[in-house]
């Protein structure tokens, strides 16, 4: 593996459903992670809980990240913007890490343009983009990988070459999030991890590209984590349904800390 640092994120998408098991699952996490060494550990809650998190994170090594910002980045951080957040009312909140690009908001109507926007306003506010790509599907003719290039080449392509290195690429094939048992192979993810290393290659050249860290997610679970981390060149996870199980998501953390 290139990279010096691990990382394993939690994406808690629209859960827990209330605040109190929001900030139990998180010191649950916090309580069990204490001897994490080499392995940054970030929660991604609703922006809701952020404030909550907040209270519970105190003196601790777990980092928060969002799950969204608003695309434009006003100096003043606030604006009339119906139902936005901003970049620095993140900061304020103790965000270090913003989720960008995610199938499920692209979905929503989230284009490569907007991601690229967001991507921006993020690097600006030195916060740190956890910047999601990957395939709906398929196909033999191996159209997905021009899918997943030109995802890359426009998110990144306002994006100032010293600030590349501290963008994190979550690799999630939409086709393997949130079934449970089906994530894709090491051998797969090995592939993929190659060609994103080529493309940023090409774009930034060798010594920029080897700094980005790419991140796997879709399925991980306690059980596959090993196989994928071990066998898939990557430096870690972006966990979904798996991150809402304390004791399951610091098995992952723990798997990937001793790889
Ligand atoms: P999953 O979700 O682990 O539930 O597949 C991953 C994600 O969507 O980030």
């Known amino acids: 593996m290139n990279s010096k640092t691990k990382y394993v994120i939690g994406n808690w998408k629209m859960e827990p459903r209330t605040a109190v098991e929001a900030r139990a699952l998180f010191l649950s996490i916090k309580k069990q992670s204490s001897r994490i060494k080499n392995t940054s ?43 936005e957040i901003s970049a620095n009312q993140l900061i304020d909140s103790s965000v270090e890490y913003v989720i960008v690009g995610h199938s499920e908001r692209r979905a929503l109507g989230e ?14 506010a030195k916060l740190t983009p956890i910047l999601c790509i990957g395939e709906r599907l398929r196909d033999e003719e191996g159209e997905y990988l021009s899918f997943i290039k030109e995802q890359i080449e426009t998110a990144l392509r306002d994006v100032p070459h010293n600030k590349i290195k501290n963008i994190i690429i979550a690799y999630e094939p939409v086709w393997a999030i949130g079934r ?44 596959n984590a090993e196989e994928l981390i071990k066998g898939g060149e990557i430096s870690g996870f972006l966990v979904g349904h798996a991150s809402l199980y304390a004791d399951h998501f610091i098995d992952i953390v723990k798997i990937v800390d001793n790889s």
């Not at 969002?66 to 119906?82: D, I, K, M």
């Not at 284009?111 to 600006?124: C, D, P």
Request: charged share 20%; glycine share 12%.
């Open 180 to 223: 449970g048992d089906d994530a894709m192979g090491p051998k797969d993810m090995h592939e993929v991890s190659l060609y994103i290393h080529k493309i940023l290659v090409s774009m930034f050249g060798k010594k920029i590209a080897s700094g980005v860290d790419v991140v796997y997610g879709g399925s991980v679970e306690r059980s």
């Open 111 to 124: 284009t490569n343009e907007i991601v690229a926007e967001k991507l921006h306003t993020i690097v600006e």
């Open 41 to 83: 550990i970030i929660i991604c809650p609703p922006a809701i809980f952020l404030g909550d998190l907040q209270m519970a994170h105190s003196g601790n090594k777990i980092s928060i990240g969002a799950q969204n910002v608003f695309w434009e980045n006003p100096s003043s951080g606030r604006g009339a913007f119906t139902g």
